[in-house]
């Protein structure tokens, strides 16, 4: 198992800082409701999409995660786009400094009159099933309208309690004439160029808890990082969303082994080769695999 060194998580907790202080100001927000069970969080390959927020299932009210001014709200039942919409009923505020935050599937009802400044703690609504969801509960997202990102919240806000490791389900190669090659089966291979694609997943509590995407995915050969996999944000860049993978990248690239990942391209040479995966969460857990291959 890996785990973090003390020099490691002073990285990682200095460029958290590093990144709430660029695109928040220094906020105190709270999640917007509590004793949530997660079923999607902010990165999850979704068909081939990453999930921009984080989706809970839960009974009773959602609230404004920090004070903002309201900006948005509709109603589920709202047909004036002639169009059914994915979040259902929705609310949106405007924190300053470009941040804003979603609240969405709320119960189908027309939201309540809010004012037009909410603090926080404000109940915006009451969970429920409007939109695209099959479970009672709400998605929450944030949005940084002056970097064109969509932000991970738990980047944001306490993380919620996570003391599982997570798992890495399967790893396979996948060559330049697309040959798949599965490393816990074969140990040798040719030389050449290869695209890394892992299947890891996260549990916060237990292993009944939707599989979520865990925070970040390493992919080492022979002790050097070759491919870096971050779920912290992703960017839109000419209408075309990336994700940071060693610089941004389409999530076309990324995303497409549903349902898992491509971290990276790998070149080996002739002699042995040792890949190693690891997947880390955000609280610091982490779980590696580790393959020896003879390259001819």
């Known amino acids: 198992m890996y785990t973090l060194s003390a020099r490691e998580g002073s990285l990682r907790i200095l460029g958290i800082?590093?990144?709430?202080?660029s695109v928040f100001p220094v906020y105190g927000m709270d999640w917007p409701a509590q004793n949530m069970a997660v079923i999607a969080n902010f990165g999850v390959n979704d068909a081939g999409r990453p999930?921009?927020?984080?989706?809970f299932e839960v009974e009773g009210p959602v609230?404004?995660?920090e004070t903002g001014e309201l900006i948005f709200s509709r109603s589920g039942s709202n047909t004036a786009s002639r169009l059914p919409s994915p979040l259902g009923a929705w609310i949106a505020l405007d924190h300053g400094e470009g941040v804003i935050s979603i609240y969405s599937r709320f119960e189908d009802t027309t939201p309540q009159a809010l004012p037009k400044t909410l603090e926080k703690?404000?109940?915006?609504?009451?969970?429920?099933?409007?939109?695209?969801?099959?479970?009672?509960?709400?998605?929450?997202?944030?949005?940084?309208?002056k970097e064109r990102r969509w932000v991970n919240p738990s980047m944001i806000i306490t993380p919620l309690p996570d003391s599982r490791s997570p798992t890495i389900q399967s790893v396979v190669l996948r060559n330049t004439e697309g040959?798949?090659?599965?490393?816990?089966?074969?140990?040798?291979?040719?030389?050449?160029?290869?695209?890394?694609?892992?299947?890891?997943?996260?549990?916060?509590?237990?292993?009944?808890?939707?599989?979520?995407?865990p925070h970040r995915i390493l992919c080492m050969v022979n002790g050097s990082e070759i491919g870096s996999l971050v779920f912290e944000t992703f960017s839109a860049r000419?209408?075309?969303?990336?994700?940071y993978r060693n610089g941004l990248v389409p999530i076309k690239q990324v995303y497409?082994?549903?349902?898992?990942?491509?971290?990276g391209e790998v070149w080996v040479t002739r002699g042995q080769a040792t890949l190693e995966i690891i997947a880390q969460d955000i609280s610091g857990n982490a779980q590696s695999a580790v393959y020896r291959l003879l390259v001819e």
């Open 17 to 21: 800082l590093c990144l709430i202080g």
């Open 51 to 55: 999930a921009l927020g984080a989706s």
């Open 63 to 65: 609230q404004a995660a």
């Open 121 to 145: 703690g404000t109940v915006l609504g009451t969970a429920g099933r409007s939109g695209w969801s099959e479970r009672r509960g709400f998605h929450f997202s944030l949005f940084d309208r």
């Open 179 to 213: 040959r798949i090659i599965e490393p816990n089966q074969i140990r040798s291979i040719n030389q050449g160029r290869y695209r890394v694609c892992v299947v890891a997943a996260d549990t916060r509590i237990g292993p009944n808890e939707s599989p979520l995407a």
């Open 238 to 243: 000419d209408g075309v969303l990336m994700v």
């Open 256 to 263: 497409a082994p549903v349902p898992g990942f491509e971290v």
